[in-house]
């Protein structure tokens, strides 16, 4: 197995998507392994917010429909932008909201409980602010969270079964949300197969797909996906905050959504200001109200980098960067209580990976004091994210040596096993 620098250097110098690196704000002396929490800002990304803040300097209101990108129109701009990223048609597209905020509206959208269907599934690994949206949802429909929401559990802690979750789809089932790549372990669900099952037991399906998009390819239209949601601020690197997505197949794009407000209106329609919504007939109908401009603007530089670059090319290398640093962990880590909790097949492993031990907490203390930005996850993972687009073999492989040094000579011993506030 190749391991060594030399190793590194040369799977840099084959690497067709080095020169990106000089696109991003990347600290020479700092190796970034969090790109899955916060992408770093591209100079397209900055461009693009000076041009959208010129814009307002220059045209005040009639920036809404005026300068180089009016902003009457981004929503569903960005919305096109995403199409080739997640597998889906224009129209069933838009950047808007949060992560959280969508899936309130997607789910007030389609949870529809109706006779014995009053259940939603979902899974015990997912990310919190889900489960509470989920939980918080059912109970606005007066049902009670701990009997209608079901969450397939985990055999090891890391990972999901497909057999699992498809035996959790039982009759009482009236939707579905699960995450495409698990936030700690990295895995990928089969989403196409959960979702065929689900089709065939008539109950609707959503993906959040935080943790992928930007990362894998998707095919959710050809899947028959119901509807998806994401965050634009970690593998798309749209900064903190920065507006999300919504997928919504076609063949619900006649529905009326859950929660509606003006954007929600066919945009010809809009400014009769009438009292009955016509609401869009694509996916722009999911939108509530005034778009947050100045956190989408960073989107208009950063996805016109994916739409060039293609997400094949992304995923191909970011699966030689995983798969390096895991075959590193290996070898090199081997004596010193490492656990690998990410899937070692590449079909289901994401574009980060996930490590546990038992002193997670002080070896990320340790990590960032030499340079190396890990993310700790509670209560024993260190989450690392070589990103395509911007990180190295050679960080790779200096990364693996700094950990190393850190366990000999048990440079981590100086630091708290305990979190900080956000990591
Ligand atoms: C990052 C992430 C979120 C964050 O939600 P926000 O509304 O953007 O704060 C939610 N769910 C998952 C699975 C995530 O990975």
Known sequence: MKTGLEYAIHLDEQDSLSPYRDEFYVSEDTIYLDGNSLGLLSKR???????VLNAWK??????????EYPWFYLSEKIGKEFAPLVGAKPEELIATGSTTINIHQLVASFYEPKGKRTKILADELNFPSDIYALQSQLQLHGFSPTEHLVQVKSKDGNTLHTEDIVDAMTEDVALIVLPSVLYRSGQILDMKTITQAARERGILIGFDLCHSIGSIPHFL???????????????????????????????????????????????????DLEHELTPAQTAGAYQIGTPHILSIAPLIGSLEIFSEVGIEKIREKSLQLTDYLINLVETELRDFQFELSSPREDSMRGGHIFLTHPSAASICKALKAEGIVPDYRSPNGIRLAPVALYNTFQEVWKTVQTLKAIMIEERYKKFENTRGVIA
């Open 45 to 51: 990304s900055e461009k693009a917010v000076l041009t």
């Open 221 to 271: 239209s050809e899947w028959g996906v119901d509807f998806a949601f994401w965050c634009t601020y970690k593998h798309l690197n749209g900064g903190p905050g920065s507006v999300a997505g919504i997928y919504v197949h076609e063949k619900h794009l006649s529905k009326i959504p859950g929660l509606t407000g003006w954007f929600s209106s066919a945009k010809d329609k809009q400014f």
């Open 58 to 67: 220059n045209h005040a209101i009639d920036g809404w429909t005026d300068g």
